[in-house]
């Protein structure tokens, strides 16, 4: 019976990973945290052969993670808890400041630049059919702008430019 | 048509002298006006009754008010630490701001107030606007000083739940004040470190 199962479970592994290879997660990253700071985002670029959406993500440093839109109305900023985010076939679509984000709450330590962050990204299909993603995020630090790591020297405007 | 009514009619529609003169003159008087009125990036609030003073705590306790920062300019944020994306953009703006601003930017001072002050204790403000740049000062108040602060700078803030916490709503402008104390400009948050450094060099003068 165990043998039966840990087949299934591997032949299953096997077809979600092939699945896998549609979806590119790129620059993945976390701010880093301080002590007792409680909350954080992750930012990355996803791409998708085919149409789909990114529907939740889980990390090990966090008991909750949620999907996250922030936006700006008369200067207030708002943050909501999104149900999905749509990914279009082959269009890239940025979770950076100033729009999507992954929210790591209710942590229980601090994020530590250098450290890497596992995520787990679920996404689900049109047709309802859902595959997961993992990704090792790089934590940068607390004063990153939302430029990659390898542009973000000082005076970068990308930071800031939306 | 003749050459001539033509003539006449392109004679008529040509200003006069004296409208010439006239439109030199106020060409004259505009340009003399934007030497006195200085022009901003930000939006200026100059004698607008909001954001003429504040009592808060600092992370030490102290209490902190506008008297303390006399003779800088002061950027003034609201915000709270748990926010992955305006606060910390804006703080990042700041810390290049100042660096913008070479020597001068030791004549600036910013302070990031926060709306959350229930989950922002003193330790986390503190580490937290250190991040960013030293000098940059955390500020508190209780849940009341806090509305109160607010309500004097015209901010809006809002706690709002979101599946297992909850995140808050704020009014993302930074307030300037010139070296004197008086506030002078809002600037927006889509505005970047070197629109803000013009304002403030402005200030500065």
């Not at chain 1, 043998?3 to 701010?31: C, E, N, Y």
């Not at chain 1, 959406?53 to 993670?65: D, E, G, I, K, T």
């Not at chain 2, 040509?14 to 003169?21: A, D, Q, V």
């Not at chain 2, 106020?26 to 003399?32: M, T």
Request: a neutral charge; charged letters at 20%.
């Amino acid at each position: 019976m165990t043998s039966i199962f840990r087949f299934a479970a591997v032949a299953l592994a096997l077809i979600a990973s092939s699945a896998h290879a549609q979806i590119t997660v790129k620059d993945a990253w976390v701010r880093a945290t301080v002590p007792q700071q409680k909350a954080t985002g992750a930012f990355m670029q996803l791409q998708s052969a085919k149409d789909t959406r990114l529907v939740s993500a889980s990390s090990p440093v966090s008991p909750n993670v949620e999907v996250h839109e922030m936006s700006m109305q008369d200067n207030t900023m708002k943050m909501r808890q999104v149900p999905a985010v749509d990914l279009p076939a082959a269009k890239t679509v940025e979770l950076k400041p100033g729009g999507y984000h992954v929210m790591l709450l209710n942590l229980p330590g601090p994020i530590k630049e250098g450290e890497t962050v596992p995520l787990t990204l679920t996404f689900e299909s049109k047709a309802g059919e859902r595959e997961t993603v993992e990704v090792q995020a790089q934590v940068r630090p607390l004063n990153s702008g939302s430029a990659p790591a390898e542009h973000g020297g000082h005076g970068s405007k990308a930071g800031y430019a939306h | 048509m003749t050459l001539e009514n033509t003539e006449m009619a392109t004679m008529k529609n040509r200003p006069s002298r004296r409208t010439l003169l006239t439109m030199g003159g106020l060409a004259l008087i505009g340009l003399s006006g934007c030497q006195r009125k200085m022009v901003f990036n930000g939006i200026d609030v100059s004698g607008s009754e909001q954001g003429r003073d504040f009592e808060l705590k600092d992370p030490e306790g102290k209490t902190r008010t506008l008297a303390d920062f006399k003779g800088k300019a002061v950027m003034v944020f609201f915000g709270f630490t748990q926010c992955p994306d305006v606060c910390p953009t804006a703080l990042v703006r700041a810390a290049e701001v100042k660096q913008l601003l070479g020597k001068d930017g030791d004549r600036l001072q910013v302070l990031f107030v926060t709306v959350d002050p229930e989950r922002d204790t003193p330790e986390v403000l503190k580490a937290y606007t250190a991040a960013f740049d030293p000098s940059f000062i955390g500020l508190y108040g209780d849940l009341q000083r806090t509305a109160e602060t607010a309500k004097e700078f015209k901010v809006h803030y809002e706690k709002v739940s979101t599946g297992s916490s909850y995140t808050m709503d704020h009014t993302a402008l930074t307030f300037v004040y010139d070296p004197s104390g008086k506030l002078r400009l809002v600037l927006r948050h889509q505005q970047s470190a070197q629109e803000f450094a013009q304002d403030l060099r402005k200030l500065l003068l």
